[in-house]
């Protein structure tokens, strides 16, 4: 048995953009750090294009993934490069209001961020974030765990 493997956790979209440039990608390292003031971590790849967006503008959405969202949202965003795909074409999205996209089919709701310190974490990087907006998408919906995606919704 691998005990990593029965942490809990969700599963989160997160969403960038720089200088016009949208990226995203798929999660599972979303943390809450502090309720007051409301602070979050992240930690993403370095090789994601998602990452480097983030890296140079010092902002971001993560977006709560509910039960009922779509296996072909998350291949979309997770299994395919920004660098090679435009991963919001035919995706009905919201704007956050620093500016980032983020899809409303499957998603609870979403925080804006704003990136307060990184922490290098080798392959990794951890961002420590102030919450800027916090929008409810679907109230009735339950948050998905990377446990239900694995039974329910990844084929």
Known sequence: MNLLFKISYGLYILTAEHGGEHGGCVINTLAQQTSEPERLSVTVNKLNHTHDLIAKSGKFAVGVLSEDVSFE????????????????????????????KMPVAGVMGYFGMKVEKSLDMGTHTMFLCSVTESKALDENAKELTYAHYHAFVKP
């Open 73 to 100: 949202l998350i291949k979309g965003f997770g299994m395919r490069s920004g660098r090679d795909a435009d991963k919001f074409a035919g995706v009905e999205c919201v704007t956050a209001k620093n500016g980032c």
